[in-house]
């Protein structure tokens, strides 16, 4: 059965401190995800990486850095936390998409994190 | 620029009607999308998807039709059950790896 594991469900934190999400799948997955999700916006991309080491821009990548030291392991990184980046946080994994045209690519989603930054 | 949009935050269905949840998108080029289901305090989990060679996939009780000249896809659930209350998320693939995803409706069924 599929597994992707956030670290922790729930997180409060205080303005300017450093904040390590993480998250864990035990897919084999070649891709990893970061979305925040707050009301009205739906899912938001913030990075995503396609390998070990390799990393690209989502839509609101501002703010967060993420890691990708093990094929398994992608942590987000909030360098200075900041109250608008009180959210809940969500990590998905997926197969590399090899054939690129009318192949789904189904993400898989650990259960999120909510973080309060206070 | 919202290349997804679903402009219902919300609907309330009666317990055995059908529930009909919309998603517009902005980009011809699209090749697949896809339907995710979210409970409170879980993350999105997969549900239905279509091709955009096709204009309508059946799983059980839920239905997803797509109009491509239209660029709209919608849900179907008949009949709607009071475990189908959850936010209901399109998201469309876009490029190699990646899902853009709409706002989401919430669907509350009533007994």
């Known amino acids: 059965d599929v597994k992707v594991t956030q670290s922790s469900r729930y997180l409060v934190k205080r303005t300017g401190e450093k904040v390590f999400l993480e998250c864990v799948q035990d897919m084999d997955h070649e891709n990893m995800f970061w979305y925040r999700q707050d009301p009205g916006l739906g899912l938001r991309l913030i990075y995503f990486s396609y390998d070990v080491k390799m990393k690209e821009k989502g839509d609101i990548p501002e703010g967060y850095s993420v890691s990708r030291e093990k094929k398994e392991r992608f942590s987000l990184i909030l360098e200075s936390a900041s109250t608008n980046q009180t959210s809940m946080y969500l990590c998905a994994s997926s197969r590399k998409r090899q054939v690129l045209w009318l192949a789904k690519n189904i993400q898989y989603f650990g259960a999120g994190t909510r973080l309060s930054v206070l | 620029d919202q290349q997804v949009k679903q402009n219902s935050p919300s609907l309330s269905v009666q317990e055995g009607r059908i529930s009909i949840l919309n998603c517009d998108y902005t980009n011809s080029m699209f090749d697949y999308f896809l339907w995710y289901k979210k409970y409170p305090a879980e993350g999105p989990t997969f549900l239905i998807s279509?091709?955009?060679?096709?204009d309508k996939n059946e799983d059980g009780r839920f239905t997803v039709f797509l109009n491509k000249s239209a660029k709209h896809l919608s849900l179907h659930i008949v009949p709607s059950q009071p475990g189908d209350s959850a936010v209901y998320f399109c998201a469309v693939q876009q490029g190699a790896q990646k899902l853009v995803f709409g706002q989401g409706t919430r669907l509350t069924i009533n007994p």
């Open positions: 279509i091709s955009s060679i096709k």
